[in-house]
């Protein structure tokens, strides 16, 4: 699940939403060179690399995806989606709109989801409820410009109106993208093959 938003528009809520309703959904940790906000933790919300370490991780093709957004870069290692994927859960992925295009160009079966709030003052509410500096909210703004400009590409959209309502609308999306049945012909090869082998 690759879920992608404005800034403010409810990626970091809705993921820990998802990983609180149901364990079969994991947070792939990704790489940032930004400062550490108070309270984050490092391995846990982010691995906070320096530019160097970033850009060799980059250079040794440890990235998935990568994107600098505001000044500063992130990047998805192919290990922590790896991780997850081995051990049957289901990556939820909070990245930016182009990293959330790249990942779906080289996993087509990756399901996006744009989130968007209500109405633009509700955004503006929760950017300085989340303690943004009113030149930061701009700097947000301005960026959400263009990222709804790909909003169509999404597979799916989900108005993060109610917290727990969207939390329940994207958890119903994984769902029923589990029930696909490109995704299942595992299945039905099992049990094609026990029809064969009965005699009838
Ligand atoms: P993002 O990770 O996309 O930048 P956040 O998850 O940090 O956005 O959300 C921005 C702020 O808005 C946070 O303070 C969060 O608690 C608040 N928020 C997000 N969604 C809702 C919602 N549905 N109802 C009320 N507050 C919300
Ligand atoms: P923040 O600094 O507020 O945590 O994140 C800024 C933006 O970077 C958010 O849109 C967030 O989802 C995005 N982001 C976080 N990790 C990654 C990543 O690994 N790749 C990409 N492309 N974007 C990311």
Not at 179 to 189: I, P, Y
Request: aromatic share 8%; net charge positive; hydrophobic share 40%.
């Amino acid at each position: 699940m690759v879920i992608s938003a404005p800034s403010g528009g409810g990626k970091t809520v809705v993921r820990s939403g998802l990983l609180k309703l149901n364990k079969k959904f994991a947070f792939s940790v990704t790489c940032t060179t930004r400062p550490r906000r108070p309270g984050e933790v490092d391995g846990k919300d982010y691995f906070f690399v320096t530019v160097e370490q970033f850009q060799r991780l980059r250079k040794d093709g440890k990235l998935l995806e990568w994107a600098k957004v505001h000044g500063n870069y992130y990047g998805t290692p192919v290990k922590s989606v790896m991780a997850v994927l081995q051990k049957g859960r289901i990556p939820v992925m909070t990245i930016d709109v182009k990293g959330a295009r790249s990942v779906k160009k080289l996993f087509p079966a990756a399901v996006t989801v744009f989130l968007l709030p209500p109405d633009l003052k509700t955004l503006v509410q929760r950017l300085r409820g989340r303690g943004e500096a009113p030149e930061n909210v701009a700097v947000r703004l301005r960026t959400a410009r263009s990222e709804l400009k790909v909003a169509s590409t999404f597979d799916y959209l989900v108005i993060n109106d109610s917290l727990p309502e969207a939390v329940r609308e994207v958890a119903a999306i994984a769902e029923l993208e589990t029930r696909r049945t490109a995704r299942n012909l595992d299945k039905v090869e099992s049990f094609g093959s026990q029809l064969r082998k009965k005699k009838i």
